[in-house]
């Protein structure tokens, strides 16, 4: 189970559904969140850069740097969001994150992310949204003719780590995992895959950790943990009961 911390503006807050008007503010201290969450058990963070996602450039560098000062040494820390040149990546590896996730630039210029797993190996991830099987890029704003699987499958060949991937019809709905698509996903890849959007209770990670040999690595959750629909210590706690 791996907590989200959304950034915008220096704060730690979620989106419904990718809207920038409809952020919910949870947090002014995102490196105490951070903190909060590692007490409770996590083991990996996902942190989003999301005025950088908009941007297409870092935005929220400074709140990044609280939290890898407060956790960085203890658990990996994955990020994304407005990374768009070799050298923003060299900056935040340099910073102390652990992964990078590429998304919309890994669809519009293949070529960097290509670039980047030559030039940083074991450090690349990719995010993939997508609704209905369809990739959508530029913060979810627009829907591309890509194929998931399709996209998917090429970027394995780069050698990017693992693939972020959300359900953007879910994300932040509190409807539940696409459970189906991820593991559809997942079966077509060799490379693990993290499952993001629609964790919302209890009954979505037992059935996550039973598709758990199909390749799904993980979970993101986000409004869930933070509204309450979500214990995360109890989240984390099933899921080491049932997947050891």
């Not at 419904?16 to 058990?41: C, I, N, Y």
Request: contains cysteine; negative net charge; glycine residues 12%.
């Amino acid at each position: 189970m791996i907590p989200a911390i959304d950034l915008k503006d220096g704060h730690c807050v979620r989106l419904k559904q990718g809207l920038m008007e409809d952020a919910t503010v949870f947090s002014e201290d995102p490196a105490a969140m951070a903190r909060h969450w590692v007490e409770k058990g996590g083991r990996r963070l996902h942190l989003v850069d999301l005025n950088g996602a908009f941007a297409g450039k870092p935005v929220n560098e400074g709140a990044i740097k609280s939290i890898v000062a407060a956790v960085g040494n203890e658990i990996p820390i994955q990020l994304g969001g407005g990374i768009r040149d070799l050298d923003t990546i060299e900056r935040y590896l340099d910073d102390g994150i652990s992964y990078v996730i590429i998304g919309t630039a890994a669809v519009k210029n293949p070529g960097f992310l290509h670039e980047a797993c030559d030039a940083f190996p074991g450090h690349i991830m990719v995010g993939l949204d997508a609704k209905d099987g369809k990739v959508a890029v530029d913060g979810w704003s627009k829907l591309t003719g890509h194929d998931v699987v399709d996209l998917a499958k090429r970027f394995e060949d780069y050698g990017v780590e693992a693939v972020v991937y959300t359900d953007i019809g879910r994300d932040g709905m509190l409807s539940g995992v696409n459970i189906e698509a991820t593991v559809a996903l997942a079966r077509a890849l060799k490379i693990p895959v993290i499952a993001s959007g629609g964790v919302t209770n209890l009954e979505d990670v037992k059935r996550l950790c039973a598709v758990e040999s199909e390749g799904i690595m993980g979970a993101i959750t986000g409004r869930a943990i933070y509204e309450g629909t979500l214990d995360f210590a109890a989240a984390q706690a099933l899921a080491d009961e049932l997947n050891g």
